[in-house]
Nanobody, 127 residues
Framework: QLEFVESGGGSVQPGGSLRLSCSAS????????IGWFRQVPGKEREEISCISDQGGISNYANSVKGRFTISRDPHKNTAYLQMNNLNTDDTGVYYC????????????????????WGQGTQVTVSS
């Protein structure tokens, strides 16, 4: 299973920005679609964005659409999440993971089969 190391978290005020990074901590011959997730205490881990293996297509949860931008290196299992106009609801631990299954339905990317989780990176938005 491909594991990732996330970084870039921190504490910001509402309206601020952060850029998260994640890189595979082990070698893989394949390049996978990568998803970013957020988890807050007491709630299930939520998928907030996923990007295809070559980076040409991505999706976003409604809660972050228009504020977050996912990107990646198409040659490596490395991905980024640019987060702008952060609000207190964005507070949580952010994880990334490789998608084992990808579907393209009506031009929409659907990622699934996330099996391995790293330590995550904490994002705190408060005034």
């Amino acid at each position: 299973q491909l594991e990732f190391v996330e970084s870039g978290g921190g504490s910001v005020q509402p309206g601020g920005s952060l850029r998260l990074s994640c890189s595979a901590s082990s070698y893989s011959e394949g390049v996978f679609a990568i998803g970013w997730f957020r988890q807050v205490p007491g709630k299930e881990r939520e998928e907030i964005s996923c990007i295809s293996d070559q980076g040409g297509i991505s999706n976003y949860a409604n809660s972050v659409k228009g504020r977050f931008t996912i990107s990646r290196d198409p040659h490596k299992n490395t991905a980024y999440l640019q987060m702008n106009n952060l609000n207190t609801d964005d507070t949580g631990v952010y994880y990334c993971s490789a998608a084992q299954f990808v579907q393209y339905i009506g031009g929409t990317l659907k990622c699934s089969g996330f099996e391995s989780w790293g330590q995550g990176t904490q994002v705190t938005v408060s005034s």
